[in-house]
């Protein structure tokens, strides 16, 4: 109820252009919209932001926000940069942002944001650690696939390398990751390649956190087919939950936080990698066995 009550207390405060995204595990977090949109904006999977036109906003129009939320800032212990990726903010931009936030909210103990790879590659060693010394904390990215073929497919803007030194990069900084990984990316035809060479990257990087999402189609399948560049055969949910078997399989990390409990997803599984490795796999390998849908969630449950 206090939260509920905070949350309308923002809404009220705060006017959002909508609509409005955040990772999970931000539901509690103060979010203020540094960019509006994604600035790349061009994955075949995504219709996240299509609504939108990419705009850095106004300083002063950001600032205004948090000086709004003053009375409130005995509460306000996270914030969340969005929308798409804050990241693409220069240094010294972003640097003003995190010492107003520190500033005005005297308890604030993590600021986080989505990123890009490409929106760390710009940025040096030097100025990503000044930025995590100052309270970035957290970053999330959507990596969705390690394969340099399926990246060009999608229009990911990215390659294996890119994505793995930019993110490598940050980790060394001083700043926490939470990656994720599209299950069912690139269709029957992929899912092999897609699987294990997600590993790959996953691996190479050794994020704090790992989630996986599994592909889905809010304007139809026909409309993903169009901008997929290459032949898309749709994987039904045991052959994505193969795939999922074939990516944890590959996984050799420590103390990763796995989540695999989004509402795209059909089975829902949770861990820490590798100490909980072998009860996934075998939670997979149960349902692969009986072919046993009694577990998954309904499709009707996926998205609420």
């Known amino acids: 109820m206090i939260l509920l009550y905070f949350c309308c207390i923002i809404s009220s405060m705060i006017s959002y252009s909508e609509p409005l995204f955040r990772?999970?595990?931000?539901?509690?977090?103060?979010?203020?919209?540094?960019?509006i949109g994604c600035s790349w904006n061009r994955c075949a999977f995504c219709e996240m932001y299509t609504s939108k036109k990419f705009r850095v906003r106004k300083q002063e129009d950001i600032f205004n926000e948090i000086d709004g939320m003053k009375p409130y800032s005995s509460q306000i212990h996270k914030v969340f940069l969005a929308d798409g990726n804050a990241?693409?903010?220069?240094?010294?931009?972003?640097?003003?942002?995190?010492?107003?936030?520190?500033?005005?909210?005297?308890?604030?103990?993590?600021?986080s944001a989505y990123a890009l790879p490409k929106d760390l590659s710009s940025k040096s060693t030097h100025e990503l650690k000044s930025l995590s010394d100052s309270g970035l904390k957290l970053l999330y990215t959507g990596i969705e696939t390690g394969d340099n073929e399926l990246l060009k497919i999608i229009n990911k803007g990215e390659t294996y390398n890119s994505t793995v030194d930019s993110l490598i990069k940050a980790r060394n900084s001083g700043l926490k990751l939470s990656v994720m990984i599209l299950n069912g990316l690139g269709g029957n035809n992929y899912t092999e390649q897609h699987a294990l060479n997600s590993a790959n990257a996953v691996n190479d990087i050794s994020p704090e956190y790992l989630s996986t999402l599994v592909l889905s189609f809010p304007y139809g399948i026909d409309h993903y087919k169009k901008k997929f560049n290459g032949s898309f055969v749709e994987m039904d949910q045991?052959?994505?939950?193969a795939e999922m078997g074939q990516f944890l399989n590959k996984l050799d990390l420590e103390n990763t936080i796995f989540r695999s409990d989004h509402a795209s997803n059909y089975l829902i599984l949770k861990g820490i990698l590798n100490r909980d490795k072998k009860k996934l796999l075998s939670n997979i390998s149960d349902v692969l066995s009986s072919k046993d849908y009694t577990g998954l969630r309904p499709?009707?449950?996926r998205g609420l």
């Open 238 to 241: 045991m052959q994505l939950i």
């Open 23 to 35: 990772p999970p595990s931000e539901a509690r977090s103060l979010i203020i919209q540094t960019t």
């Open 299 to 301: 499709e009707w449950m």
């Open 87 to 111: 990241m693409v903010l220069s240094y010294d931009k972003l640097m003003r942002i995190i010492d107003k936030l520190n500033n005005v909210f005297p308890k604030l103990t993590r600021i």
